[in-house]
């Protein structure tokens, strides 16, 4: 009975440390001290862009109208003020593009910090929260930083075939960061967007076993998880995005063969080498409707996703300087 005990302390205190390795991170989730001035200009651009594409558009499992939703979202980045190069999305894409769009850096050209996001989604659904959301957010990001300076080079990236739940090696963003790792650049960081749109207050978040011991069941926050290999990242990330957002932010590294979290592009720069996070609603845990028929425009809560692109921005902001996460 006594060796059954210590070895539940000893289980005890291994969960308990692992947690706190796992979940711990700085910052606090303070309130929002005011919106940007354009706040309600975002919030209608966020509505226009993932009405757009979730209805207009629809279903974005095809080449047609993922090809359609690129060119879509390749004029709203120019409108926002960005030079866009369109590139062979890869043989995974069905021949559509990856869009990229570069502000060079002006110390430290090599190094780079890319926002991501990818533009298509499940079949036979309209992919408002998977897919749409994040696209939208990392075009109203791209406005918001529009014109200015940085020390590192910023690139806004937009995959076509993110929706792919394989790891697929020939998936575009698992081509883009071959590209990046032989031409010799410096990751510094990577910030994936993957479903920013769905909140409720509500508990019905809901967890694979034993993540829902160290996170809420209110399902109003928005998650930023990297690999063990990104712990850095991931705690600054999640400290920039606690502060002055207004939302609950919450952190988590895994390791990187945990399920669940090798399906999404920001894998095929971890397998690169490169420091990526994914920042998430946690996606098909927070709705049934993720990725279903019933993923449209209208569920989603385009006030708390304006509080993403102004925390992003800002966060983006930091990370593109130096001081703020050593390469």
Avoid at 36 to 48: E, F, N, P, Q, Y
Wanted: hydrophobic fraction near 40%; charge should be neutral.
């Amino acid at each position: 009975m006594k060796s059954v005990l210590v070895w539940l302390f000893v289980a005890a205190i291994f969960l308990g440390l692992f947690g706190a390795y796992s979940t711990f991170f700085p910052g606090t989730n303070a309130p929002a001290k005011g919106a940007a001035a354009d706040s309600g200009d975002v919030m209608s651009r966020l509505k226009d862009h993932v009405e757009y594409l979730a209805q207009s558009v629809g279903s974005r499992d095809k080449p047609g109208p993922i090809q359609d939703a690129g060119d879509y979202l390749e004029r709203q980045l120019r409108r926002a003020g960005q030079d866009v190069k369109a590139i062979d999305g890869g043989s995974a894409a069905g021949g559509s593009k990856t869009l990229v769009a570069e502000v060079t850096g002006t110390k430290y050209a090599r190094e780079v910090v890319i926002l991501a996001a990818h533009y298509d989604g499940p079949r036979a659904s309209p992919a408002a929260d998977a897919g749409a959301s994040g696209a939208a957010v990392l075009v109203e990001v791209a406005r918001q930083l529009a014109g200015s300076s940085h020390e590192r080079t910023l690139r806004f990236v937009l995959f076509p075939d993110g929706s792919k739940r394989d790891g697929d090696p020939d998936s575009a963003a698992a081509n883009y960061a071959k590209e990046c790792k032989s031409r010799g650049e410096t990751i510094a960081a990577v910030v994936y967007l993957d479903s920013v749109g769905l909140f409720e207050d509500k508990d019905t978040q809901t967890y694979p076993f034993p993540l829902m011991l160290a996170f809420p069941s209110r399902a109003d926050f928005l998650a930023v998880v990297g690999g063990y290999q990104c712990r850095d990242l991931t705690s600054k990330t999640t400290e920039l995005m606690r502060t002055g957002t207004g939302l609950s932010i919450q952190g988590l590294v895994v390791p990187e063969f945990a399920p669940g979290t090798g399906f999404s592009p920001h894998a095929a720069f971890w397998n690169a080498g490169f420091p990526a996070v994914v920042v998430t609603d946690t996606g098909e845990w927070r709705s049934k409707r993720f990725g279903s028929p019933s993923d449209t425009h209208d569920r989603l809560d385009y006030e708390r996703m304006t509080r993403v692109v102004l925390g992003l921005a800002r966060t983006v902001g930091l990370l593109v300087k130096k001081s703020t996460l050593a390469a």
